[in-house]
């Protein structure tokens, strides 16, 4: 069952301030990762347990799971990851936010919220604002992964992120995975129930030129 909330809702106009890479890791040199709509954590833990030469920062909407998250990571003491709390559309907006997002090395979008009904795609994350946003403030070579269940979805996100010149998409392939953010393909929660259930998963990789 999905529950969603409604990312253009005026409850989600104040945001977090993100602190600064100093105050939210312990090496803030490393490679940094950005996960939009990671719910809980549980696919970022398991990355930076493993990763200690990357960070992690989560964003999610879902206010219960990012204070669950924050709890987690308080009790383990795991000093490469952070979650923040809002709609990674107004965050990545946030002048004060601007500063980690040039740093990041690599985002994903794992199965975010397919919003069917034709009315309601301006609701779904990945906007052509967002992207242009996204493309003014990554470094080249960084990387956009996408991973969906859902085909139309998918068709929609790929058009809207080809539909901006800065990035092109990278045959996967030619990928070493190795050099990511994710060496060990560990898998996210929905990742998982649609494996198991043998349901498609539709992925692509795109880089900024
Ligand atoms: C279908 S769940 C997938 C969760 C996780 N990435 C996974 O693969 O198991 C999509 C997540 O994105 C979050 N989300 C949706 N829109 C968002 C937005 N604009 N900003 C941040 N998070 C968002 C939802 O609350 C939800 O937790």
Same mark, same amino acid.
């Given at each position: 069952?999905?529950?969603?909330?409604?990312?253009?809702?005026?409850?989600?106009?104040?945001?977090?301030?993100?602190?600064?890479?100093?105050?939210?890791?312990?090496?803030?040199?490393?490679?940094?990762?950005?996960?939009?709509?990671?719910?809980?954590?549980?696919?970022?833990?398991?990355?930076?347990?493993?990763?200690?030469?990357?960070?992690?920062?989560?964003?999610e909407i879902r206010?219960?799971?990012?204070?669950?998250?924050?709890?987690?990571?308080?009790?383990?003491?795991?000093?490469?990851?952070?979650?923040?709390?809002?709609?990674?559309?107004?965050?990545?907006?946030?002048?004060?936010?601007?500063?980690?997002?040039?740093?990041?090395?690599?985002?994903?979008?794992?199965?975010?919220?397919?919003?069917?009904k034709k009315r309601?795609?301006?609701?779904?994350?990945?906007?052509?604002?967002?992207?242009?946003?996204?493309?003014?403030?990554?470094?080249?070579?960084?990387?956009? %992964?996408? @991973?969906? =269940?859902? *085909? /139309?979805?998918?068709?929609?996100?790929? +058009?809207?992120?080809?539909?901006?010149?800065? %990035?092109? @998409?990278? =045959?996967? *392939? /030619?990928?070493?995975?190795?050099?990511? +953010?994710?060496?060990?393909?560990?898998?996210?929660?929905?990742?998982?129930?649609?494996?198991?259930?043998?349901?498609?998963?539709?992925?692509?990789?795109?880089?900024?030129?």
């Amino acid at each position: 069952m999905r529950q969603h909330v409604n990312p253009l809702s005026r409850n989600f106009d104040e945001i977090e301030r993100i602190p600064s890479l100093i105050e939210m890791f312990d090496d803030s040199k490393l490679n940094l990762h950005l996960d939009v709509g990671c719910a809980a954590g549980d696919y970022l833990f398991d990355l930076a347990l493993v990763n200690s030469n990357w960070n992690y920062l989560g964003i999610e909407i879902r206010e219960r799971l990012v204070k669950t998250a924050k709890l987690k990571l308080q009790e383990r003491k795991i000093k490469n990851l952070y979650f923040a709390f809002g709609n990674a559309n107004n965050i990545v907006n946030d002048v004060q936010s601007e500063f980690i997002f040039k740093n990041v090395k690599s985002i994903s979008f794992n199965f975010p919220d397919p919003w069917f009904k034709k009315r309601h795609y301006k609701r779904r994350v990945i906007q052509p604002d967002f992207i242009n946003t996204l493309s003014n403030l990554l470094q080249k070579e960084s990387l956009i %992964f996408i @991973k969906t =269940d859902v *085909k /139309d979805l998918f068709a929609y996100i790929d +058009y809207t992120i080809l539909g901006n010149s800065n %990035f092109k @998409k990278i =045959d996967k *392939k /030619d990928f070493n995975y190795l050099e990511s +953010y994710n060496p060990n393909k560990f898998q996210t929660n929905r990742e998982k129930y649609v494996v198991h259930n043998e349901l498609a998963v539709f992925e692509s990789i795109y880089i900024k030129i």
